[in-house]
């Protein structure tokens, strides 16, 4: 069995929860059917899909430690590959430094009229390229309504990266913006670093030692924290450092809060996104399609304002959360509409860079201290 199926043009199977999205027994029976699996005594949908999961975990499921070396040979060589170009284009800046030094002072003025600072500006983004840092941000398109919880961004996060680390209660939310890094020497601790205001003596960071069950839920708790005086995070920044499995030394996860929460936390993500060089975008699907126009338009007029447009259309992702919470009857639509509204802010959008999926159904059916499939399929599609 491939572990890449299709059923027609219509329905395609990479990996274990896209089988959980059948959309019915006639589906069901084309798997059935082409995987060689007998279907006779087959009532409705939900056995179907039960038998079908156990047939794959009989046939796909690799051990832990083939899967770890997929997901660490997939992270190495995509750090490899990104150290070669940031090396190729240190290279160009040089030439261009020195080309410009070797024109007639004239020229050079006439130059600056219309790349202003053009040293200051080569020099800057040749220091951000020899930085090892690789930033992607995770980051949540939703519609606040009252009572309303979250996209299941922090859910997502915690399949991604292995761990329980980050509070996902309904009551709780990402107030802050958490850095979260791979640990040296299995550290692990979270420093929380307080906002400044003019006027005002700064505060010193507080650190959390995450090494025990008291440290996670303080964890959980300062993430989530609400400063009554000022209505927001007392926090410009939560960095995490923890040996997580998933993560390699030199990428760094942003999780942000939600950008559709205000205008406020919009302008606060921009520092981000001029330093980040792949977005991962977390939409609640159980909210009329889950993309709301207005809000998506704000964030992305902020989002040309601080990357270049070809970077952010094709380093970007988008995980449709909360598939379970929509009608299979409007499924269908709702992928349609999704896609269609997406497409309006991003032209160059492909399949593969859109994912309908249910965190909540996923969890129950893996062992957390397994790399998922979902892990390795989101690294090679990435």
Known sequence: MSSESYVGKSFRVKCEEDLLNIPDLLTAKEFFKNWGID?????????AILKLVEYWRENEKRPKEEVKRVVTNEFQQAIQDDHRKREKLVLKIDETLDMYRSLPRQQQHDLEKFVPDLVHRCEVRKHELMSPKCTIL?????????????????????????TNILPTSQLACTRTFCELYKSRDNRKVA??????????????PMKIDLSTK?????????????????????????????????????????????IGESKAMIKHVSKYLEKSFGFIYVVNSSNAGGVHEGRLK????????????????????????KWETVSDNFKGEVRINTKRKLQK??????DDQLFFMSVKQVIPLINMQNTTESSVILINDG
């Open 191 to 204: 420093t929380c670093y307080f906002k400044s205001f003019e006027g005002y003596r700064e505060i010193s």
């Open 138 to 162: 995770i980051a949540v398109m939703m519609i606040i309504a009252d009572g309303e919880t979250g996209a299941g961004k922090s859910s997502f996060l915690n399949l991604l990266l292995e």
């Open 214 to 258: 008291e440290g996670l839920a303080e964890l959980g708790q300062e993430i989530s924290r609400n400063d009554e005086e000022l209505d927001e995070s007392p926090y410009e920044r939560i960095v995490v450092q923890y040996p997580f499995p998933f993560l390699e030394k030199g990428i760094v996860l942003v999780d942000t809060p939600g």
């Open 345 to 350: 802010f991003f032209p160059r959008m492909t």
């Open 39 to 47: 279907s006779r005594e087959l009532k409705n949908k939900k056995d």
């Open 298 to 321: 704000d964030f992305l007029r902020t989002v040309t304002n601080n990357t270049t447009e070809d970077l952010h259309q094709y380093s970007t992702m988008f995980i449709c959360n």
